[in-house]
């Protein structure tokens, strides 16, 4: 038993944000039907590079799509044609869930905006993936990725030298726009239970990255200060910051309250420090940080990260951790041990790993059903199976071209 399962989601996205949103739903049961248009298929297929990295695997695959688009089938149509509006109008009768994310005005002009779909269906959840938000005079503005990191402020939480903005790979606002677009068709959904009502949901690249934000922006809106990205030559509490080792690795400590200080002086044997005048609270540290700091770095760059782990694992309350890179998670034994990765069998490139939700459901897991779909791989079987067409039909509309 999956957590959605039952539940079906039209998935009439492109690229990354609208289809990761369609993915999580999948991936706790949901059946969802991607729609791609008749000889060009999600944009996204036919990257060659993204993020600075060639995509392309073996045949016509790519990882750019594959890890947007498992537990889906796709099915083509050529949403130019009148019959497609017959087959999306029974899709629609027959679905719990609508997606979207094209620019304002594209729904409209094919007729699949949340008026004209609800009026088929009134209980249908319609989810709304956009830039910088339905209303406003830029809402219309097509948008990307860093549309949302650059308009949110998130490019300056960790500027690069001389105060330039930082764009971080994996398209960071796609994801969270992802998951604002999940976790709200979630509530849309218990809502539809609890009242009887569907509704319209909206979200976009700028709240998204916004809500991202929270202790940051809550710092403006309550104190009128903003949170100056972290220097780690300038930290407030050398205590809280990161050091490199002796074998070029890094170790994070963040030792932010008073009781810590003892044992932390004990594990980099600097106990001649407790009872230093200049360190002897956190006000005093706060003073002589910059003195701190010198002593701290030259203390961590004595002995690797590996052993700076060993030490600090002798302390139970000591909060610390090493800085790992992607390839460091395949082994990690958290990552293992919680199944944030698991295994699972790809149709043409054999054993893989994927990522695992960041949610965990004890009773209802989710679980990969199906492998990222082939460009129209389920459209006969969608066709009849949900929309009741025949095959003389479907043959009707092959000679048509409209699938």
């Known amino acids: 038993m999956l957590a959605l399962e039952g539940i079906r989601v039209i998935d009439w996205t492109i690229y990354q944000a609208g289809p990761v949103a369609g993915e999580m739903l999948g991936d706790f049961g949901a059946e ?8 060009v298929g999600d944009p996204g297929r036919s990257f060659i590079t993204a993020g600075g990295l060639r995509t392309r695997l073996g045949g016509d695959r ?3 799509f594959e890890t947007n688009n498992r537990n889906k089938k796709s099915i083509t149509l050529d949403l130019t044609k009148p019959q497609a509006k017959e087959v999306m109008r029974r899709l629609v009768e027959k679905s719990d869930v609508f997606v979207q994310n094209f620019r304002q005005g594209v729904a409209e002009k094919y007729q699949l905006d949340y008026d004209s779909l609800r009026s088929i269906n009134p209980r249908i959840i319609y989810g709304c993936v956009s830039g910088l938000g339905e209303k406003g005079l830029e809402s219309q503005r097509p948008t990307m990725d860093p549309v949302g ?3 949110s402020g998130f490019a300056f939480l960790a500027p690069m030298p001389n105060q330039e903005p930082c764009y971080p790979p994996g398209g960071i606002g796609d994801q969270t726009n992802a998951w604002s677009m999940a ?7 218990l809502a539809r239970e609890r009242h009887g009502v569907g509704q319209k949901v909206t979200s976009s690249f700028l709240s998204s990255l916004m809500w991202v934000q929270g202790l940051s922006l809550g710092a403006y809106l309550y104190a009128g200060t903003a949170q100056a990205a972290r220097s780690r030559q300038q930290p407030m509490n050398p205590l809280a910051n990161y050091y490199r080792c002796a074998d070029g690795k ?3 400590i963040h030792l932010h309250r008073a009781r810590y200080w003892l044992n932390f002086c004990e594990a980099t044997g600097l106990v001649h420090l407790v009872d ?10 706060l003073e002589n940080r910059v003195a701190l700091l010198g002593i701290v770095e030259e203390v961590f760059a004595s002995k690797t990260q590996a052993e700076w782990m060993d030490i600090f694992g002798k302390y139970p309350d000591l909060i610390y951790e090493r800085a790992q890179l992607l390839p460091d998670l395949v082994g990690d034994p958290q990552v293992i041990a ?6 699972f069998d790809h149709p043409t490139m054999g054993k893989m790993k994927a990522v695992a939700p960041p949610a965990q459901l004890s009773e209802t897991p989710w679980g990969i059903q199906l492998p990222p779909p082939e460009f129209g791989q389920h459209t006969e079987e969608v066709l009849t199976e949900v929309c009741g067409y025949t095959w003389e039909e479907l043959e009707t509309l092959r000679e048509a071209e409209v699938i």
């Open 62 to 64: 790519n990882w750019y």
């Open 276 to 285: 230093d005048p200049r360190f002897k609270d956190l006000e005093a540290r």
């Open 183 to 189: 976790y709200g068709i979630v509530m849309a959904l």
């Open 32 to 39: 969802v039907i991607k729609v791609e248009q008749r000889g």
């Open 338 to 343: 919680n199944d944030y990765m698991v295994d």
């Open 250 to 252: 890094w170790l994070v």
């Open 149 to 151: 990191v650059f308009r």
